[in-house]
């Protein structure tokens, strides 16, 4: 029992900067930090393994599941402001730009925090999808939600910035949902 005590305390000693800088980095890393030690003082080892990347996953769906969405504002000499998308301004062209992740997770309030963007004199939408890392199926069938709504209040939508593998993607949904596979 002493060795084992003896060689946990080395590998803590070795591992003190790392261990530093979690604790400072913020507090989802300090839970999962934590939380995995808690476990491994009552599960067994293996649980406590998967609890630890349980509570990894955990968080960074937490993270990564909002999209962050702002509306592009012109402000004169081909430069712009961004703006939360509720303090979008009251005019009939609304440059909405979305970053991020586009997964299930994210995807869940993406339509009505668009529609927020929305006035009563918009016309046309454009969707700057440039900074987009990961679009899943559901942000597809989201977006195509929004695109048929837009299209009943006759608005616009028009879609620029979107990188060449989000692209084959929109064309093969759209190619699918032409063909009636998809409906």
Known sequence: AGMLFYVAYQMIA??????VMTWHSG??????????????????LQYAIFAG????????????????????????????????I???PDGP????????DLYFAA???????????????????VLRMKRLRAVGSSAIAVLEHFREALARRGI?????????????IIRRYEDLRHSGQVP
């Open 14 to 19: 070795k591992q003190r900067q790392r261990i």
């Open 27 to 44: 507090g989802p890393s300090r839970l999962v930090l934590f939380g995995t030690l808690a476990s491994t003082l009552i599960l067994p």
């Open 53 to 84: 990347i349980f509570l990894s996953i955990m968080f960074l769906l937490k993270i990564t599941g909002k999209a962050d969405l702002k509306v592009l504002v012109p402000k004169g000499g081909g430069r712009f402001d961004e703006v939360p």
């Open 86 to 88: 509720e303090l979008a």
């Open 93 to 100: 062209v609304v440059l909405i730009d979305m970053e991020g």
């Open 107 to 125: 995807v869940e309030n993406l339509e009505l925090e668009m529609q927020r963007a929305l006035t009563a004199n918009t016309r046309v939408v």
């Open 156 to 168: 616009t939508l028009i879609i620029c910035g979107v990188e060449r593998g989000l692209a084959d």
